[in-house]
Each structure stands twice: as C-alpha cells, then as structure tokens.
C-alpha cells in the first residue's frame, strides 16, 4: 500500500476533531496536567466521569519532570506510598521516611494510567477564562490555542461546558485568579489569591491536601494551586501531598455528583 501525505493529514485532523468535538461538554474539565491533576484524571475517570485535562504546554507532568533542580528524583513520604505502588512506580528508601523515585518514570506512568482510565488529555491549548452563569457558579471554561497567546495575536476563542473545573495550575492558580479578578472576595471569601508562602516542606506537605476544596461554586482547586490561593508554604521536590491532593480534588467533585 503507497503512503499519502494527504491521506495522513486528513487521519490526524480528523480524528484529533472528534475526540475535541466529543469534549466539548464534559462533566469534570482539569486544567494543568502537572501531577494533582494527573491522579485526579485518573479518579474520576474511574468513577465514569467524563473527564478532559487541559494542559497549555507541549508536554504533560508539570514539576515533575526536572526532579530537583534537575537531578530527576523526588522525594515521596510514607502517607503516598500507596499511590506509588498503585500506579507502579518503582521506589528505595534512603533513609527512614525519605523514599526516592524516578521522576520520569513517575510522569509516564501517571499519565499513561489516566489516560488508560478514559480521560481525555489536551496539550497545547490555554485556558484563558471561564463561564459563570446566573447562579454564580462556574460552568465552563474559555479555550484557545498557546501559540496564539505566546505569539500575541487575537484569536477568539471557544468553550467547554463542564459541571466541575479543577484548577491545577500549580504556582500560576490561573484560574483562580481569573475568578478572583473578575469577581472580588469569590475566592473562598478574600480578596484575590493570597501566594505561596517561603518553602516549608513538612507544613506544606500537609496543608497542600488540607487546602485542597471547592473555593467557588463548581471551581475545586488542587496541588500547588492550592498552595498558592490559600498562601501555604511550597515545598520543593516532595511530591507526596501534591499526589493525595489530586485523590481529594477528583473525591470533592466525585461525591458533588453524585448528590
């Protein structure tokens, strides 16, 4: 059988349509594909949610991929080590407490899990806004290609409809910010997001989860997006509480609609 360019063409464009167009009314739409949202993916789409991930970047992963200062390793604690194991990810203790895995493999994996759920990832494209609607509540999210914000150019964008937003977007809150600009004190009640605090690794290994909730009407934040609207301290390398931050995140929703 020849080869056709155009023939190829016509197979991505086509099927990359589909599945976009299939995804353009969701129940859970995720933005930032670092790994909060990764697990969350997963969840949710185990629990028969229609579930897309948005991630402006080429690549997926968010902070994990560089490790610590690009040595590729992370430091995981005793309280996520099921979620290592869950996922396959291989891992030594260093020492007592201290468990070191690979952060590449740790990405692949939990990636490939996600996606093996049923959950739909997106790359490249930016979200840029939300829908809110009478009931003040977040509905959806507005949509556009990167390399269109990166080059500056206007293009109007287009929109999803989803009944849950889990923002992600790790320092960036971005979409908390959004929400927080365009409607003052609606962020779980303050004034804008508050930033993270300086690192504290031990306290923001436990707040990153405890701050992990719904902080708008359909708007559920998680991992360091977390720590960036609620003002908890980052922590580095240590991926563990960003990992049980993302089963919390993908439980709030769950348990909502279920209701």
């Not at 155009?6 to 976009?20: H, N, Q, W």
């Not at 070191?100 to 994996?109: F, G, Y």
């Not at 930033?195 to 923001?204: F, N």
Request: with cysteine.
């Amino acid at each position: 059988m020849s080869l056709d360019e155009v023939m190829v063409t016509k197979a991505i464009v086509e099927g990359y349509l589909e599945s976009f167009l299939e995804n353009t009314e969701v129940e859970a739409a995720l933005v930032g594909a670092g790994p909060a949202n990764l697990v969350a993916a997963k969840r949710l789409a185990e629990a028969n949610i229609k579930t897309v991930l948005f991630e402006k970047r080429l690549s997926v992963g968010g902070g994990l991929w560089g490790g610590g200062m690009m040595f590729p390793r992370i430091v995981v604690q005793q309280a996520a080590i099921r979620i290592l194991e869950e996922y396959g990810i291989r891992y030594h203790e260093h020492c007592k407490g201290y468990y070191v895995a690979n952060s590449i493999e740790t990405v692949a994996k939990l990636t490939a899990r996600a996606i093996d759920a049923g959950a739909q990832i997106v790359n490249l494209v930016t979200v840029e806004d939300v829908m809110i609607r009478e009931q003040d509540r977040v509905v959806g999210l507005v949509i556009n290609w990167t390399a269109a914000e990166m080059a500056q150019i206007h293009v109007d964008p287009l929109c999803i409809r989803a009944r849950y937003v889990i923002d992600g977007t790790g320092h960036e809150a971005s979409v908390c910010r959004v929400v927080a600009r365009k409607i003052p004190g609606a962020i779980i009640g303050i004034d804008g997001v508050k930033g993270e605090k300086p690192m504290w690794a031990e306290v923001g290994e436990r707040t990153v989860v405890e701050m992990t909730q719904e902080v708008y009407p359909g708007l559920v934040v998680a991992g360091m997006a977390a720590a960036a609207v609620c003002g908890g301290p980052r922590m580095g390398p240590i991926f563990g509480g960003m990992l049980q931050s993302g089963e919390k995140a993908a439980g709030i929703v769950i348990e909502n609609l279920n209701k």
